[in-house]
């Protein structure tokens, strides 16, 4: 978890422009600061030192209760160490929702503690993405509040591995942001030839369905490009594969690696384990992107036939010309950038990373 925070503390932006400050109210030698959740006003202990927001059990069903989270907010389970050092099993949900002094901050995960007095704790997975921060007494000092992240990755990815295909054209329906691809030139004909239809993959039994679903994002929160899409890829009629990409123009660079950062800065605190990588030219052997691998698990205790993985990596793409012998000689000159969004769940079917 240190490592994730150093390199995303690399790749944030750290220009100050100004100054914010929220008073907390200090109680029993902890701060609490004023939040909503979902719209309802809570009190959060600052703890710097837990990764993730968390809340009781009794915050959770009243939220229930009260419709502002549902069966479709659960996200799946948690383990996490109480004070006698003991191993606890929780659940996750997603917040929509966490508004801090007018900041708000969307599609939060949060830790639900089965004990119904424990206290509501704001982890690192919000105060990460307040900035550079300080403190004066009981005064937060949020010194570059301008690079509040937009992003959150429930905006940049709003599917969930394992929906099937009724779910993903209902969800679909009910969002603005994405739409169903054009295909006037035909071009996706050529493309599904081969990503669509009956396949046999050598370590599964069976023959498996391969289906592609192809969108284009709009106006959307975490990708600043002019031209973006997914392509989401189903086995079976199971989510279990997405490739997001976000074209931008041979001047954007900035632009570029400022929404690379922070799309890096949204990845979901279970991909604790990372490494990042850069990309070079096979021809020239000079570099032309960088990324970052993301994994729910350490490398000694992945499995590597059902792998779990966010990959984010940029490319730059330099024209060329063809010589006589066929060979392509790179000219200085770019052409554009993409950012791949790279997101797979082998859990999620009979494949295996070989298969993949």
């Known amino acids: ?30 701060y609490l600061i004023p939040c909503k959740v979902n719209g309802i006003p809570m009190k959060f202990i600052f703890d710097t030192g837990a990764s993730n927001v968390s809340i009781s059990k ?18 799946g389970d948690s383990e996490y160490t109480i004070a006698n050092g003991n191993v606890e099993k929780g659940m996750l949900i997603n917040l929509r929702s966490i508004e801090i002094d007018g900041i708000v901050l969307e599609n939060i995960i949060a830790t ?9 704790l704001l982890g690192q997975n919000v105060i990460q993405k307040l900035g550079n ?4 007494g009981n005064k937060l000092i949020l010194n570059d509040k301008n690079i509040l992240p937009k992003c959150s990755f429930g905006n940049l990815f709003p599917f969930k591995i394992g929906n099937n295909k009724l779910e993903i054209s209902q969800l ?12 006037e030139f035909g071009l996706n004909k050529i493309f599904d030839e081969y990503e669509i239809g009956w396949k046999n993959f050598k370590n599964v039994d069976e023959q498996i369905y391969i289906n592609v679903i192809k969108l284009d994002y709009v106006d959307n929160k975490c990708l600043l490009s002019k031209r973006s899409d997914v392509r989401l890829v189903l086995a079976n009629d199971f989510l279990y594969k997405a490739l997001i990409s976000a074209h931008y123009d041979k001047t954007e660079y900035d632009l570029m690696y400022e929404n690379f950062s922070e799309i ?11 490494s990042s990588y850069f990309l070079k030219d096979a021809d020239t052997n000079e570099k032309i992107g960088e990324g970052i691998k993301f994994y729910t698990e350490a490398e000694e205790n992945r499995n590597k036939k059902k792998i779990k993985q966010i990959e984010v990596y940029f490319q730059t793409t330099f024209n060329g010309t063809v010589n006589k012998d066929q060979t392509i000689r790179k000219t ?3 052409l554009y950038h993409t950012i791949y969004v790279n997101i797979v769940d082998l859990e999620k079917t009979p494949l295996t990373t070989e298969d993949y």
């Open 133 to 136: 921060i300080s403190f004066s």
């Open 112 to 120: 639900v503690i089965e004990n119904d007095n424990a206290p509501l």
């Open 264 to 274: 890096i800065s949204s990845i979901p605190n279970e991909y604790k384990f990372l």
């Open 172 to 183: 679909q329906n009910s969002l603005k942001t994405i739409k169903e691809q054009s295909d």
């Open 332 to 334: 200085g000159e770019v």
């Open 58 to 75: 009794t915050e959770a069903l009243f939220l229930f209760k009260q419709g502002l989270i549902n069966l479709n907010d659960i996200v």
């Open 1 to 30: 978890m240190k490592m994730k925070f150093l390199i995303l503390f690399y790749f944030l932006p750290l220009t100050i422009i100004s100054q914010q400050v929220i008073s907390m109210e200090e109680k029993n030698g902890v």
